[in-house]
């Protein structure tokens, strides 16, 4: 596999044989309590589940040329032996449903969990509640508080065992400038586990029976983010798998509901949201396609940051059984992250300077049911996308010793899509 300014040359560089199993087993128990204090809906679980897997991998050789076809790096690796590993998760959990007072509701609980493959537990608190202060019930207001834990993931815990890069560097002519460096494949996902603490406070207001409006704020702050550092030194060279990286997410969001009657409603949503933390999460080099190429980490804006996105879309039954279904999404340009011959970051990656071009999609959709027999429907429809013809950018020329650098290409343009269905009615309701 070859990486030049311009595009990737030949065939992926990774090629991995896998066996993996997975057997769960979950138990939920509920039961109605009702007290002086209020009505209580109880619920306990257990679950219980195994993994367990194996993998062989082999990697070929990966170069890194310039756009003169000079060699600047290569990368060998040294294989890893095969590896077998297996997980048991335990999780028990219980939670309570209060309703203390008739507009007042309260949902609580923990759950205790255990993971063999890092030897952790955790213990996670999780906490809402739901107010109607007046008695007309026009305002509601929200509010949660949780702690989450995700499970370690096998390719994780495999991690010592994957290959081990051999980095050398070239000059003019060819020439070794440094090395050849093996990095050793170091730490342990022992004792930790990604974890995030979420919170959100919500309104709600019914102006009319045709209008409701609703305002949100959300903020996520997680800690114990596993991360692929490279660590260099007089005489080690090495990727630090560890569990220390944060992000940080935190979102205001603003719906309205316009209804004029059954079948005819338009939704409005602006999101305003903000997203940083660190850019190496280990899934992009221990995943299905892992990058052969590992930068050094930064805490930056993330890839996902989308500082603003509004949304329309609703429904609107017409004569003769036709109903059409409009969509349409603007939001701000992904940013990308410049990168130069060596595939290293230029500047800050991801800031406001480096974005994709706006993003505007309109589309709609257009059925007609006609009824076949009592309990049988045929609803034909025709669906458009991008029907603006918008320019959505879908990759950049990101590296700056390409000719085409920041240049946008790749588009989806304007095109349509007919289908059917068969609804089945029951009743008073249909099915498809």
Not at 386 to 412: E, K, R
Request: hydrophobic fraction near 35%; glycine fraction near 8%; proline fraction near 6%.
């Amino acid at each position: 596999m070859v990486l030049t300014p311009t595009g990737d040359l030949g065939n992926f560089y990774l090629r991995e044989s896998r066996d993996a199993s997975r057997v769960q087993c979950i138990e939920n128990a509920t039961r109605p309590v009702a007290t002086s204090l209020g009505a209580n809906d109880l619920k306990f679980g257990l679950e219980v589940s195994h993994t367990s897997g194996s993998v062989c991998a082999n990697a070929k050789p990966v170069e890194i040329r310039n756009t003169q076809g000079q060699l600047l790096q290569q990368i060998a690796f040294v294989i890893g032996a095969p590896s077998a590993q297996a997980d048991t998760e335990t999780t028990v959990y219980a939670q309570d449903h209060w309703r203390p007072a008739s507009r007042l509701v309260f949902d609580w609980g923990a759950r205790v969990e255990h993971q063999t493959a890092t030897g952790s537990s955790h213990l996670l608190p999780r906490v809402g509640a739901a107010w109607t202060p007046f008695r007309n019930g026009l305002t509601i207001l929200r509010g949660g508080f949780g702690t989450y834990y995700d499970r370690v993931p096998l390719n994780v815990v495999y991690f010592a065992q994957s290959p081990e890069q051999l980095i050398t560097n070239y000059g003019p002519g060819g020439i070794v400038v440094n090395g050849p460096n093996l990095y050793r494949n170091l730490g342990q996902p022992t004792h930790f586990a990604p974890h995030a603490k979420t919170w959100n406070v919500e309104w709600e207001q019914t102006i009319s029976r045709r209008l409701l409006l609703r305002a949100n704020y959300l903020r996520t702050v997680s800690d114990g983010v596993i991360t692929i550092d490279p660590v260099t030194g007089p005489l080690q060279y090495a990727y630090l798998l560890q569990g220390r990286g944060k992000a940080t997410y935190r979102q205001w969001e603003f719906t309205s509901r316009l209804r004029w009657s059954q079948g005819r409603e338009l939704f409005l949503s602006y999101v305003r949201s903000e997203s940083q933390g660190d850019l190496n999460e280990f899934g992009q080099f221990l995943g299905d396609f892992p990058s052969p190429v590992i930068r050094p980490n930064q805490f930056t804006r993330r890839p996902e940051d989308l500082p603003n996105r509004f949304l329309a879309w609703g429904s609107f039954a017409l004569p003769w059984r036709f109903a059409i279904y409009p969509t349409v999404e603007y939001r701000t340009g992904a940013p990308y992250a410049p990168i130069n011959a060596l595939w290293n970051y230029v500047g800050v990656p991801y800031s406001d300077r480096y974005r994709f071009p706006d993003f505007l999609s309109a589309d709609a959709r257009v059925s007609k049911d006609v009824p076949v027999r009592e309990k049988y429907t045929l609803r034909f429809a025709l669906s458009g996308f991008n029907l603006t013809n918008h320019f959505n950018a879908l990759d950049v020329h990101a590296n700056v010793a390409d000719p085409s650098y920041g240049i946008f290409f790749g588009n989806n343009k304007r095109r349509f899509q007919g289908d059917f269905d068969i609804l089945l009615s029951t009743g008073n309701h249909k099915t498809l």
